[in-house]
């Protein structure tokens, strides 16, 4: 069964302070692998996308790798801001015809001053 | 966000009653879905379409129905709610390039009482 797992469910962290999200996932055929931040009472806005052949991917604080082999993906944020706190999901897409989305139940982060 | 908007926001319904949510998009993109939300689940996917008039079901499409008869207008029945059918509801897009850009809608919650 295709499933996509994270971990921790949630995290608290200070301000400033830096943390790394996991995602396992078990998804068959691969085709790329997406994070998204989810601020309450909003939609999930994607941070990157990564394929197959590539091992990692940055948007400004956001660092995300990816290793095909073990099926493993982490997220670490750097310098958390209050405004990282948000639900932190994980994606895999199975590249099929209707480029299906198998989504994570996500990582709930709370930063504190 | 930006070019996909739904609505209503927020609907509160009774058993029984029949729901239309609407989602309107102004990227002229063929892709349109509807998800939704649920505690301790992933979004997951009930219906959706790859051009006007053409539409397929998703993993949990039992008692919902779509219909596409605009490029930009993507809506979503509850045939007859149910309580089961309480969740935050959310509509996406996909935009060009490969891999495919998921733009979600910032969703609405509905409650069957």
Redesign the interface.
Known sequence: KNQVEQSPQSLIILEGKNCTLQCNYTVSPFSNLRWYKQDTGRGPVSLTIMTFSENTKSNGRYTATLDADTKQSSLHITASQLSDSASYICVVSDGGATNKLIFGTGTLLAVQP | ?AGITQSPRHKVTETGTPVTLRCHQTENHRYMYWYRQDP??????IH?S?GVKDT?KGEVSDGYSVSRSKTEDFLLTLESATSSQTSVY?C?I?GTGS?????????TRLTVV
């Open positions: 966000d301790g689940h992933g979004l997951r996917l959706y790859y397929d959310f996406a996909t891999p495919f850009g998921y733009t979600f809608g910032s969703g």
